[in-house]
């Protein structure tokens, strides 16, 4: 059995995911593209308490801290987690050598009637940069390539260093596929 989180113990609150959504919609109306990297910063800066969090329900449930669990049981951990704070499911696999995904058909920062033409979970970008960099040789970015508010069956983040990313997202830009511009990686 999955031990439930005490939110006030681990310095967190719960959200609805309706107020989450007006906050972007405001957000987003007010400062327009602007306002995705406000979010982005938003999540980065609660990373530190998410993954705090983590630790302490790892601890709570008698296993080994995130840093000393093997890939797959930390994977594993990761998503039971974030599915009991109410984010939903989700998968990590390995693309290249040099990117990674989390891979969720249920995250729920998504809407998948909004009918949007762009990635729309910005906050969760800036949380799995901050929380996954935690475990990794070095600093993470994310970049959301598939999303759930755009109709795609599931929100897909690649997590990778910052060059490797902005080359992804460039090509993105040119009109090639995400898999074209990670196939072609060193």
């Known amino acids: 059995m999955i031990q439930p989180i005490d939110l006030t113990n681990h310095r967190l609150l719960a959200v609805s995911r309706a107020s989450l959504a ?18 982005q910063e938003a999540g980065y800066a609660g990373g530190d308490a998410v993954f705090e969090s983590f630790r302490q329900w790892l601890r709570g449930q008698g296993k080994a801290g995130p ?11 990761a998503s039971l987690y974030f599915k009991a704070l109410g984010w939903g499911t989700m998968s990590v696999s390995v693309l290249h050598e040099m990117v990674a995904a989390v891979d969720s058909a249920d995250w729920h920062e998504a809407e998948p009637e909004g009918g949007l033409d762009q990635p729309s979970c910005h ?17 993470l970015a994310v970049l959301e ?15 990778g260093n910052s060059d490797v990313l902005q080359y992804v997202f460039t090509e993105i830009e040119k009109g090639v596929s995400y898999t074209d511009a990670i196939a072609t990686l060193g």
């Not at 007006?22 to 979010?39: K, S």
């Not at 840093?67 to 951990?77: K, Y």
């Not at 800036?126 to 996954?132: I, K, V």
């Not at 390539?145 to 997590?159: D, I, K, N, Q, Y």
């Open 67 to 77: 840093d000393e669990l093997d890939v797959s049981e930390f994977q594993h951990r």
């Open 145 to 159: 390539v598939e999303c759930r508010s755009m109709g795609a069956p599931r929100c897909r983040f690649l997590l």
């Open 123 to 139: 906050f969760t970008t800036g949380m799995f940069a901050d929380f996954f960099g935690r475990i990794s040789d070095a600093p």
């Open 22 to 39: 007006a906050l972007r919609l405001a957000v987003m109306r007010e400062a327009g593209p602007a306002g995705a990297a406000c979010f």
